[in-house]
C-alpha cells in the first residue's frame, strides 16, 4: 500500500483548510452512468468535470452518478443542479464540452445553451 | 465494452441499484491455461432463481424488468469472446456474486483499462459504501479497503479531491505490483 503516511498528512492538510470551505452553497452535476452512457463514453465526461473542478480548485459541486436517464439516444448525459435546486439537462457531451459547462456554467452561472436538450431536440 | 474497466463501472451499478452498502471487487489471474477473473460481490437485495435465469438475457429480461437491460448481456459476451464465461449466483436478501471469467491469452480478450479512474469515480460517487478492491496475481497480492481508509481519515470525507488522487495512485501501483509481467498491458 502506498504510504499510510501520505494519506495522514492530506487529511492535516484538509482538516486545517475545511472551515473555509462549510456551509457554501452546493452545486451538483450528475452523470448518467448506466450502459448507455458507459458505452457513449460517459467515463470520459465525468472524469473532465473531475478534473477540470479540481485544476480550477473548486470544491463546492459535488459530482455524482446516476442510472438511465431515459434518453439514451442523447448519451452521454448529464445534469447540473444550481444552489437553487434549479435543473439544467446537457445531452450528447464530451470531454470538452464537460470541460466548457464547468467554464461557462459552474464557474460564470452561465447555462451553455448550445449542449441542452432542448437545444438538442429543436 | 471496450475494456474491462467500463464493465466494472457497469455492473456496480446494478450492485448500487440493489441497496448493496458492501460492494468487492476482486480481479485475480489464476489457473492453467491462465484465467484473468473478475469477481463482482454485494450485499444488495439480491435475485431470485428465475431472475437469475433471465439476467443474461438482453430481449427477455429488458423486455419484462425495467431494472435489467444489456450491461450483464454485454459482460457475458466480452468473456465468451476470450474463451470465457460467465456465472452469477445470488439469493433474495442476501446479495448477489458475480463472476466473469477470460482467457488471458485469448487474442479477443479486452484489456484491464483504467481501472483506477474507474475505482476512483465510484468511490466519489458513492462514499458511503464500503469497498474493498482486492488483485492478485501468482506475482504479489494488493487490497484496499475503504472503511480502513476511512479510519485514517477522521472525518475528512474520502470524496475529498486530495484522498480520491492518493486512492488512484495507490490503486495503479497496485497493479503495477501485481500484473506487472502478467498480464501485456501492465509494464
Redesign the interface.
Given at each position: 500500500m502506498k504510504s499510510i503516511e501520505e494519506l495522514k498528512a492530506i487529511r492535516d492538510r484538509t482538516l486545517k483548510e475545511m472551515s473555509i470551505r462549510d456551509n457554501e452553497d452546493k452545486m451538483r452535476i450528475v452523470v448518467g452512468m448506466a450502459t448507455c452512457g458507459i458505452a457513449a463514453g460517459a467515463k470520459n465526461v465525468m472524469n473532465a468535470f473531475i478534473d477540470e473542478l479540481n485544476k480550477r480548485n473548486i470544491n463546492n459541486v459535488t459530482v455524482s452518478m446516476t442510472g438511465c436517464i431515459g434518453i439514451c439516444r442523447l448519451e452521454p448525459v448529464a445534469e447540473v443542479f444550481d444552489a437553487t435546486g434549479e435543473k439544467t439537462t446537457y445531452v450528447k457531451l464530451d470531454a470538452e464540452k464537460a470541460r466548457r459547462i464547468v467554464a461557462e456554467h459552474i464557474v460564470n452561472q452561465k447555462v451553455v445553451t448550445e449542449f441542452t436538450v432542448g437545444a438538442a431536440e429543436r | 465494452?471496450k475494456d474491462l474497466?467500463?464493465h466494472i463501472?457497469?455492473i456496480t451499478?446494478n450492485s448500487i441499484?440493489a441497496g448493496a452498502d458492501r460492494i468487492c471487487i476482486n480481479l485475480s489471474v489464476k489457473g492453467h491455461p491462465q484465467m484473468l477473473v473478475l469477481e463482482i460481490l454485494d450485499n444488495g437485495k439480491g435475485m431470485d432463481e428465475e431472475f437469475v435465469r433471465e439476467v443474461t438475457d438482453p430481449f427477455k429480461t429488458s423486455r419484462t424488468t425495467r431494472n435489467v437491460?444489456?450491461?450483464i448481456p454485454?459482460l457475458l459476451q466480452s468473456a465468451n469472446m476470450a474463451g470465457g464465461e460467465l456465472n452469477i449466483k445470488s439469493e433474495p436478501g442476501k446479495g448477489t456474486a458475480l463472476e466473469a471469467r477470460f482467457n488471458i491469452n485469448h487474442i479477443d480478450r479486452i484489456p484491464l483499462g483504467d481501472i483506477p479512474?474507474?475505482i476512483k469515480?465510484l468511490i466519489?460517487?458513492?462514499p458511503d459504501i464500503s469497498w474493498t478492491i482486492r488483485f492478485s496475481s501468482p506475482n504479489d497480492n494488493?487490497v484496499?479497503d475503504t472503511d480502513e481508509?476511512k479510519q485514517?481519515?477522521?472525518?475528512?470525507s474520502i470524496?475529498?479531491?486530495?484522498?480520491l488522487e492518493?486512492i488512484q495512485?495507490?490503486i495503479a501501483?497496485?497493479i503495477k505490483l501485481v500484473y506487472g509481467g502478467v498480464l501485456d498491458e501492465v509494464n
Open positions: - | 465494452m474497466s467500463l463501472l457497469d451499478q441499484a437491460g444489456l450491461g454485454l479512474e474507474t469515480m466519489m460517487a458513492n494488493f484496499l481508509i485514517y481519515l477522521d472525518g475528512v470524496a475529498n479531491s486530495d484522498v492518493w495512485n495507490t501501483d497496485g
